[in-house]
């Protein structure tokens, strides 16, 4: 069914979407829900003729990401994803663990126009290594040096590389060392976050929104030396939003105007809630819970806009306009904080 064409003339302009092109992945962190529900876990990369289907609404998108709970590059199809999105005018990104750019992938990353590739980190050096076996960190800089080089020899700017950085509590002995160590590489900026997803319970000492508020006011001062001494260097480092008392609620995945579709089609409002797994709790500070799913529809039943305009998506965005909590959001880490 295709949407009439004044449903796309009055749909929103979206920041982004988030498309999980596949949920195959050759790492093994120690953290991520694919290692931790491997008994249970759905592998899948998302199908190009599915892809395909959201091209009207790419139109409306400033960026697609091209990343979700699995390695991007494992996708037979990732360059002609890329294409697709550039075609429509679309900036493209994507998150990799660096573990199969050759040079050869690297001269075609930097030719397809890809806007953005961030390196996924956890740590410095044999850190980094340790919590997420099958990756290894002097591979990934030598990746952003190879890319940095090729860049230059081909006269571009893009892709900018950027680093997605977990900031473990055990890891917090790392980050006054990370201006040095990631100065001078070519990366445009590093973006903090903490483990919000604890999938097991011997994670919970690792996830710092568990922490206290003394503990809080010490990652505060560390990540204010760190962003101070990065910007002295030319790196731009983006500290996770820290707890802050009466502030309104917000999610940081911008629920209304940006949304996420998994490798199976579905349309969610964010990688956090439709985890591609029949198995599995998450911990916080209470009791354990089921893995929570929350979607609306799939792509390959109904078009992306009807199923963003249906009832049940909209009375659920209407929630978050009301600075209230949808009940599916009601135990997430990366909302309680704000």
Known sequence: ????????????????LQ????????????????????????????????YRRLLPTFKKVNLVYLQGWGEPFLHPDF????????????????TTNATLLTEDVINRLVTSGLDILAFSLTGLGARHDAWRPGTSYDQVLDAIRCLTAEKRRQGRE???????????RSGLPDLADLP???????????????????????????????????????????LSAVTRVGARQGL????????????????????????????AGDLAPCVYRNIPTTGGHLYGNGPAQPVPICHFGNIQDRPFLEIWGSDSYR???????TGQLPPDCRDCLRIKVH
């Open 79 to 94: 360059f002609t994803l890329v294409a697709l999105a550039r075609q429509a005018g679309c900036r493209v990104g994507a």
């Open 180 to 222: 040095e160590a990631l100065g001078g590489l070519g990366i445009s900026q590093v973006v903090l976050s903490t483990l919000d997803l604890v999938a097991a319970p011997e994670l919970r000492p690792e996830a710092l929104r568990l922490a206290g508020p003394l503990a809080w006011q010490e990652v505060q001062r560390q």
């Open 1 to 16: 069914m295709t949407p009439p064409l004044w449903a796309n003339f009055l749909a929103p302009r979206f920041a982004w």
């Open 236 to 263: 731009t480092i983006h500290p996770p939003p820290l707890p802050a008392p009466g502030r309104q609620l917000v999610c940081p995945e911008n629920i209304l105007r940006a949304a996420v579709i998994s490798a």
């Open 158 to 168: 893009t892709p900018q590389v950027h680093i997605a950085y977990l900031l473990l």
């Open 315 to 321: 009375a659920f965005r209407r929630v978050w306009q």
């Open 19 to 50: 498309i999980e092109v596949t949920t195959h992945c050759n790492a093994a962190c120690r953290y991520c829900p694919h290692t931790l529900y491997r008994s249970h876990w759905q592998s899948r990369h998302l199908p190009l003729e599915v």
